[in-house]
């Protein structure tokens, strides 16, 4: 089975931009989680979707965005990029919104803002 | 607020030895999920382990174990038999139960190299 996909792998984009990244889960996998990895620091928490609805949300202001499709692949939109947005962005799934679901991440989309 | 405490930036243990990395939390709540999971340079997060905070037994998986002590909120990661393909970072995260949401709460990172 494939794992969790992520794209693209790698962006650079000029701050004032925006741009969207992309995620699919594990097939079976309802719930998907975004995290923001700045370099040298562990990951810290965006969004949850589940069932296409927002379980959670992480401490970001609100030029972060994401949704979750019918298929449950999600996106996650960013606007007005900053220089500290930089940073290795993860996805992960898991089979329940809660509970014992171990997250399976994905390979991450590494953004650079120039 | 949920913290999780990896105190060792960086550890050295020889092939073929076992190394402990370390992780603390702080939680006040009762129902807690615990995770350690690798991240080679590729960049991946790697599942490895999980423990619940009701699990009497300590979580086994393979080579790695998790040294679970409740009390001192503490949750350790053993790795025995050290390979060098076991070389990379090493979080600890912890999911907390209370909130609905599946968010893991993660550490700065333990950076292991395997010395041949």
């Known amino acids: 089975d494939a794992g969790v996909t992520q794209s693209p792998t790698h962006l650079i984009k000029t701050r004032g931009q925006h741009v969207t990244l992309r995620c699919s889960p594990i097939s079976g996998h309802k719930s998907v989680s975004w995290y923001q990895q700045v370099l040298g620091q562990g990951p810290q928490f965006i969004f949850q979707y589940y069932e296409k609805e927002e379980r959670g949300r992480g401490n970001f202001p609100d030029r972060f965005s994401a949704r979750q499709f019918p298929n449950y692949s999600s996106e996650l939109n960013v606007n007005a990029l900053l220089l500290g947005d930089s940073a290795l962005y993860l996805c992960a799934s898991s089979y329940i919104g809660q509970g014992a679901g171990e997250q399976y991440f994905g390979p991450g989309t590494r953004l650079t803002v120039t | 607020a949920q913290k999780i405490t990896q105190t060792q930036p960086g550890m050295f243990v020889q092939e073929k030895e076992a190394v402990t990395l370390d992780c603390t939390y702080d939680t006040s709540d009762q129902s807690y999920g615990l995770f350690w999971y690798k991240q080679p340079s590729s960049g991946e997060m790697i599942f490895l382990i999980y423990?619940?905070?009701?699990?009497?037994q300590n979580a086994t998986e393979g080579r790695y174990s998790l040294n679970f002590q409740k009390a001192r909120k503490s949750a350790n990661l053993v790795i025995s038999a050290s390979q060098l393909g076991d070389s990379a970072m090493y979080f600890c995260a912890m999911r907390d139960d209370q909130t609905g949401a599946n968010n893991l709460f993660f550490g700065t990172g333990t950076r292991l190299t395997v010395i041949p």
């Open positions: 423990q619940g905070s009701y699990d009497e």
